[in-house]
């Protein structure tokens, strides 16, 4: 799986605590390989006794196991490690753009206040009309002021099919309103698509979650059928998701036996793993910039390296780990860099990211800067200007 961290946000009923950008291998608890416990830590039961009966105030020890816990972390000198509390399993898995039961409502917190920044569409908050720019007052008729985001979603979550009242101030207005909302199973808006001037396809990915690769199979069956004679892949600001869903992907694009990626684990083996297929022969711009990474960089570096594709773009993030998410018996997860991935020519993503081999900067530039390319490799005449409002 592969996440990557910008900002604070929450799905509603999960809190999607966005620091985008960890790229990690999921693990079950069936998987998760039996570790040994340690005799004993004697320096740290010393030292937590000597706090228990002599600090001056009261000692929580639940904190104290937390902070020795993230104490190792640290020692690791890994920022990507992390211990994950039983309380944000959950969250962390949303933050990754999987499936999961709210009410589909990204909140932010602006100048102390709980903001509704954005409705996912055809959730149950879109479809009662709920939009972005709210300000979220209580959940329940209980008051949000002074509450943490994690306090917030623990007032928000609940099982599919039970309901939620929801008071908020509406945009503008100010007026109050009340929402009563029923939480449903919410996928979360990943994949774009649609056909620019010329039958060129469109394809943005703002993620890569467990369900997006069939997603994508879809949305490339969809675009041939509307006429696509080359396509534009947007990995612009994708934090990444799952591993198997970027190699998949990649599948799609490169034929079978094609190399995706180098992993190289703690034994120091080179593992090269392949595409499985079927591919396709389109013309190809990936778009790409500093906040591509991980899985994103993994299918980006594939498409160049087997000259696939044309990056276009800025230099890519460069986070070239993988973490394993091993749950633990609290109910909480550690997640733990298992290994690094290089490129399918061994080039080191990790610090260095991927350089685009056409540079520009800007979005819209970018964009139109791949299009222009693609319509010259299909000698299409260029119209007056780009239309980027085509059919979806």
């Not at 816990?69 to 962390?92: A, F, H, K, T, W």
């Amino acid at each position: 799986m592969v996440k990557l961290g910008r900002r604070w946000l929450i799905f509603v009923a999960l809190v999607l605590i966005a620091c985008l950008g960890f790229n990690v291998a999921a693990a079950t608890a069936a998987a998760a390989p039996a570790v040994a416990a340690t005799p004993g830590w004697p320096l740290l039961d010393e030292v937590r006794e000597l706090a228990e009966e002599n600090y001056v105030n009261p000692v929580n020890e639940a904190a104290l196991e937390e902070g020795a816990v993230r104490g190792m972390l640290e020692c690791l000198g890994d920022p990507y490690n992390e211990y994950i509390p039983p309380g944000q399993v959950s969250q962390y898995t949303a933050s990754l753009g999987d499936e999961y039961i709210g009410v589909g409502v990204v909140l932010t917190i602006l100048e102390g206040q709980v903001v509704v920044s954005s409705v996912i569409p055809n959730s149950p908050a879109a479809r009662q009309g709920l939009r972005a720019g709210s300000i979220l007052l209580a959940v329940d008729d209980r008051p949000l002021k002074g509450l943490s985001l994690e306090e917030v979603a623990g007032l928000l979550r609940g099982e599919s099919g039970s309901s939620v009242e929801l008071t908020v101030s509406l945009p503008g207005s100010g007026v109050q309103k009340k929402f009563l909302l029923v939480r449903e199973q919410i996928r979360p808006a990943i994949l774009n698509k649609r056909i620019l001037a010329g039958q060129i396809g469109y394809l943005e990915l703002k993620a890569f979650p467990k369900w997006v690769p069939q997603e994508v199979a879809a949305a490339l069956e969809f675009l041939e059928a509307q006429g696509c004679r080359g396509l534009i892949l947007d990995l612009r600001n994708n934090p990444g998701g799952y591993l198997e869903s970027a190699l998949e992907i990649a599948s799609l694009f490169l034929i079978e036996g094609k190399p995706v990626v180098q992993v190289v684990g703690r034994d120091r083996q080179v593992k090269v793993i392949h595409s499985r297929g079927p591919g396709q022969d389109l013309p190809l711009v990936v778009l790409v910039d500093r906040g591509t990474a991980s899985a994103a960089e993994i299918l980006a570096g594939a498409l160049q390296a087997n000259q696939a594709a044309i990056l276009l773009g800025t230099t890519t993030f460069g986070k070239g780990v993988i973490q394993t998410v091993f749950p633990l018996k609290n109910g909480g997860a550690l997640k733990l860099t298992t290994d690094y991935y290089y490129t399918p020519a061994g080039r080191a993503i990790q610090g260095a990211g991927l350089k685009p081999d056409i540079e520009v900067d800007g979005e819209q530039q970018q964009l139109e800067r791949a299009w222009n390319i693609l319509s010259k490799q299909l000698s299409q005449p260029l119209p007056g200007s780009l239309a980027l409002a085509g059919k979806e």
